[in-house]
């Protein structure tokens, strides 16, 4: 008799519910219908001008593409370490920068660098979910700390305290402006952060790849853009992308700020894991940093400013509960209150909504597996227009679940008992 095959016990991890519902809207629209889809983090402007003008003289070219070095080309690691010192008057050498396959790379490498079987790593809940299942199946034990509106959904480090009590902690996953928050740290915030990292020993990965995308009251303060991690100290990570900022998602393109301790570590992750990142895709995001692709994205930046607002000014209408204040990033993070009743939770809601209406948003539980069930997060990436239209969508659905069925109720009730 033939023995069974092992599968790795690592690979179980849930899958990143967003392309699920990705995997849906598709079905919905290759069968005719129409689907606003606001639940991927997908600027829809694209990448700038610039890039994609570069890209296609490569490809025109016939040049020959072939591998890079392993942490990229030279001019891009430059053009990185100089936006550094553009954004945050920070002196970065491009030898620090290690370009990635995408932001995901990146995390890839410093986990795999910072982190040894067992550790113990420290992460937001609710947060991005790519983070918590990378570091389970690298063997990492993930501490969740539970952030609600009270920390305005960020760790303080009083809760990393408490967490430390059950065993020390050796890494801290944080990202500012954060998935599916919005939420941001102030360098004062940042700073006690920091330093707690430093006094126990812990390693920080910072997550900046929304850095630029923020709603600041002054936009020529000095922090308006965001925090940089390597301000404060150099002993961390810092990871960020051209996916958001520079509207890039599919050209798979991030970097890491990599201390110095971990330099040479991550660069042979790096070759024996992807040997380099896409080369045209590296040779055309040079253009990224031209002063024209800049002005693009801060315009796309101002577009996500003016949803925001639309959203924000309609959250009454929506009668929805709680929401994160989406100081950066173009996701609303709500919990849908009132709106709730009726279904069993907000996986429940959002696919109802997708299948009646054709708007498809993220249930909260990919984030907060405790008290997700009745959060959803909305992408506003999308712009104006089908911002707007989807809100009507969603208010007509609303409206239909809270309709009395006749069978059921002959009697009709007073609106404030429509659910």
């Known amino acids: 008799m033939t023995p069974p095959l092992k599968a790795s ?3 179980l991890v849930p899958p990143f519910e967003v392309m699920n519902i990705l995997s849906r809207v598709a079905d919905l629209q290759a069968a005719g219908r129409d689907v ?11 990448a700038p001008r610039a890039v994609s003008a570069e890209a296609a003289r490569i490809h025109a070219s016939g040049l020959a593409l072939t591998y890079t070095g392993a942490l990229g080309i030279r001019p891009l690691r430059a053009a990185v370490a100089a936006h550094y010192g553009r954004w945050y008057g920070l002196d970065v050498a491009p030898e620090e920068v290690a370009i990635t396959t995408g932001s995901s790379g990146a995390f890839m490498l410093a986990f795999l660098a910072a982190f040894d079987h067992g550790d113990r790593v420290a992460l937001a809940r609710p947060g991005y979910p790519a983070y918590r299942n990378i570091l389970r199946a690298l063997g990492c034990e993930v501490v969740e700390i539970d952030c609600g509106p009270a920390q305005r959904y960020q760790p303080t480090p009083e809760q990393l305290d408490a967490a430390a009590a059950h065993g020390a902690l050796d890494g801290l996953v944080l990202a500012s402006p954060a998935n599916p928050t919005g939420t941001m740290v102030t360098r004062t915030e940042l700073a006690a952060l920091t330093a707690w990292c430093a006094a126990n020993g812990v390693r920080l990965v910072s997550d900046e790849i929304y850095h630029g995308i923020t709603y600041p009251a002054d936009p020529q303060a000095p922090d308006a853009r965001g925090v940089c991690a390597w301000e404060l100290d150099r002993t961390g990570v810092a990871v960020s992308s051209f996916s958001k900022y520079w509207g890039m998602t599919g050209w798979r393109l991030g970097w890491a700020l990599m201390p110095e301790d971990l330099a040479g570590a991550m660069e042979a992750l790096a070759g024996n894991v992807a040997l380099c990142p896409p080369a045209p895709a590296q040779l055309a995001a040079v253009e990224a940093f031209t002063e024209e692709s800049y002005a693009g994205a801060d315009a796309a930046v101002a577009g996500y400013a003016k949803v925001r607002r639309l959203l924000l000014e309609n959250l009454g209408r929506l009668n929805w509960g709680h929401a994160a204040p989406a100081d950066g990033a173009f996701y609303l993070y709500a919990d849908l209150g009132a709106q709730l009743a009726g279904f069993a939770d907000s996986a429940a809601y959002c696919r109802a909504l997708l299948e009646q209406e054709g708007v498809a948003l993220v249930p909260g539980a990919d984030f907060d597996a405790v008290n997700g069930i009745r959060y959803v997060r909305l992408s506003f990436a999308a712009g104006e227009d089908a911002v707007a239209a989807a809100l009507e969508r969603i208010l007509r659905f ?16 007073p609106p404030r008992f429509g659910h």
Do not use: D, K, V
């Open 9 to 11: 016990g690592r690979a």
């Open 36 to 46: 606003i889809s606001l639940c991927a983090g997908e600027p829809s402007g694209g």
């Open 398 to 413: 609303q409206r239909s679940a809270a309709a009395p069925s006749p069978q059921a109720r002959p009697h009709p009730l």
